[in-house]
């Protein structure tokens, strides 16, 4: 059974019985090895911003700082969850870090804030450590 591929990013095969092409629902490798791959949640990077919302925001709390509304605004500060493991001088585990996308003072407060276009599991998670272990919690937009 030999593959074929069609000018879509999918590949299809025949069926060995009918002769009819199917697709296989799965991207062809060079596809996904190209630089025109798209993202995993099909957003648009735009100007060294992982997404267009992310852009679009980061706009406003520029526009709010120069305004005086909020100081210190910072993009894509990491805070450490769980440290990383050691055993006999040797690394078992990595650290556990999230990386919010924008973190400013307001009001004498500091605030994290994250554009999510789409929850993950392992955001939900991190989500919830951020507030465990610094008493924060994840302002999302």
């Known amino acids: 059974m030999a593959s074929k591929y069609n000018d879509s990013l999918f590949p299809t095969d025949s069926c060995y019985i009918c002769k009819t092409e199917i697709d296989l629902g799965r991207r ?4 996904m090895y190209s630089g025109n791959r798209t993202s995993k949640y099909h957003n648009r990077r735009k100007d060294g911003f992982d997404s267009q919302k992310e852009f679009n925001r980061y706009a406003e ?14 993009r894509q ?12 001088n040797k690394c078992i585990y990595r650290s556990c ?3 919010a996308d924008f973190v400013y003072m307001e009001n004498g407060e500091k605030v994290v804030e994250d554009s999510k276009g789409f929850k993950t599991p392992e955001y939900i998670i991190k989500k919830k450590l951020m507030y465990q272990r610094y008493g924060i919690i994840v302002k999302e937009t």
């Open 28 to 31: 062809r490798t060079s596809d």
């Open 61 to 74: 709390l520029a526009l709010l700082q120069r305004a005086g509304k909020i100081s210190d605004l910072q």
């Open 77 to 88: 500060v990491r805070f450490e969850l769980i440290p990383a493991q050691y055993k006999n």
């Open 97 to 99: 870090t999230y990386v």
